[in-house]
């Protein structure tokens, strides 16, 4: 398989540009997460998974809904990088990320009615916190599609689209509890107002065929939003299934009109502290400046990290709350003591 394009490693990335508002993440940060994997039926899931974790679960075949119970398996995400900086800082402890993985049910339309293993389908992706998401991109005709041809596109919208009503069902029956809610007294009137708006704003999207992952939201909406564990709104990352000969050319006939899709809904960039907030919450919320390195400058040194060479080579970086973390960049956050 061929990961076409990430559209989030651990959870959506919200500000785009440094100068961009400050903005939550929609899911959860941390780097213990649970994905599922998840597509139409028959399209290379289970091996997908097997592949992964490296294990003998589930139930790869050549035929619909193999996989009825989501198997699940730890993975401990091996990085290069993580020993680097273990040997530049000398650290006695090392804590890798570990994803939790699971194989889930094949979905079809109208999974949203409860077609097929739809509401277990469903219901099971609303457990995780992101999405690997399998799309057949090889002809075979020996092996089952159970849309009778391939083509990506469609089989990406089919399960996107039935995210989405799953999602609109979900949030008329809130909205229409938080329009009770805001007519008894004891409530804040103005919370409750904007949780309303919120609430709208997510239909009127949804109802535009756009996913909630796709839209940029402000820290407040992304308050009301992340308690709702919308099935839309979970990062995910789309892999094309291709054959051998394709994955070793890197040319595939599917590649530019899935790479296309996928761009319809790509929104990148973390900021300093909220990439500290990763590792803690008081980093986060107590930030005052970061000290980076890039990866390239440091991945040959044999350790410690000599901060005063590296800064006399104009190699030490020192930034605000808006610089936006590239990948492999290291940070040595400065926060203020006994804050919260």
Known sequence: MQIARQLSSTCRLLAKKASAPKKKYLGRISNN??????????????????????????????????TIEAEKSLVVVESAKLDQFQKLFQSEKKVPTSLTVYDIAGLTRNAASGQGLGNKFLADIRLVDGIF??????????????????DPVRDMT???????????????????????????????????????????????LLYSGRKVASEE???????????????????T??????????????????????????????IEGSTAPEAAGAIHTDLQNTFISAQVYKWEDVKNESGPLDEAALKSKGKQLRVGKTYVVEDGDVLVVKAARGKK
């Open 33 to 66: 997460l649970s994905l599922g994997v998840v597509g139409l039926a028959n399209v290379g899931k289970s091996t997908f998974f097997q592949a992964i974790t490296r294990s003998t679960l589930g139930n790869p075949a050549n035929y619909p809904f193999a």
């Open 133 to 150: 998401h399998v799309v057949r991109g090889f002809r075979d005709e020996e092996i089952t599609h159970i849309e009778n041809s391939v």
């Open 158 to 204: 089919i399960v996107t689209d039935e995210l989405i009503l799953k999602d609109l069902d979900f949030i008329e029956t809130a909205l229409e509890n938080a329009n009770k809610k805001v007519k008894k007294p004891g409530h804040d009137k103005a919370l409750a107002k904007f949780e309303i708006d919120t609430l709208e704003k997510i239909l009127d």
């Open 217 to 235: 939201w402000t820290e407040e909406e992304i308050d009301i939003i992340n308690p709702l564990n919308l099935l839309t709104a979970k990062p």
């Open 237 to 266: 990352v789309v892999l094309l299934n291709v054959n051998p000969k394709d994955y070793i050319t890197n040319n595939n006939e599917f590649m530019e009109q899935v790479e296309g899709w996928i761009q319809e809904n790509l």
